[in-house]
């Protein structure tokens, strides 16, 4: 018989450095779930993405066991890793903060074409564009 999930929640931490603290306790913590373990399996499962930002759907069943999947790190934390910048514009219209190539653009698009609801790379190309212009940052032609 499969278990009755109690809910659904979405949670982001460091590859590797997830920890009971705030904001993944404050997250988890009301469910009842062991947030030790969750914390010790999500950076077995990202150490080898050291440094980026992760997202985790966590599903939680009624019997206070849990799941998760991982997902892509978010377009802007990709997009600042490409550039090596420290944050966004705070205007994006007029402060530019760098510019993405088209290499880099499509480079981006592939790593998140599963998390995307996109039918082929121009589609996921489009949307990481668009992301990086909500950023201040110039897309190349």
């Given at each position: ?23 993944i306790g404050t997250a988890l913590g009301p469910q009842g ?69 088209n290499a880099q653009l499509e480079e981006i698009a592939k ?31």
């Amino acid at each position: 018989m499969a278990k009755k999930i109690k809910t659904i929640i979405k949670v982001q931490a460091e590859a590797g450095k997830a920890n009971p603290a705030p904001p993944i306790g404050t997250a988890l913590g009301p469910q009842g779930i062991n947030i030790v373990e969750f914390c010790t399996q999500f950076n077995e499962q990202t150490k080898d993405k050291m440094g980026m930002i992760i997202p985790a759907e966590v599903t939680i069943y009624e019997d206070r066991t849990f799941t998760f999947i991982l997902k892509t790190p978010p377009a802007a934390v990709l997009i600042k890793k490409a550039l090596g910048l420290e944050k966004a514009s705070a205007n994006p219209k007029k402060d530019k903060v760098g510019k993405l190539t088209n290499a880099q653009l499509e480079e981006i698009a592939k790593i998140k074409m599963p998390d995307l609801n996109a039918k082929d790379l121009e589609a996921a190309k489009k949307v990481v564009a668009g992301a990086a212009r909500s950023m201040g940052v110039e897309v190349e032609k």
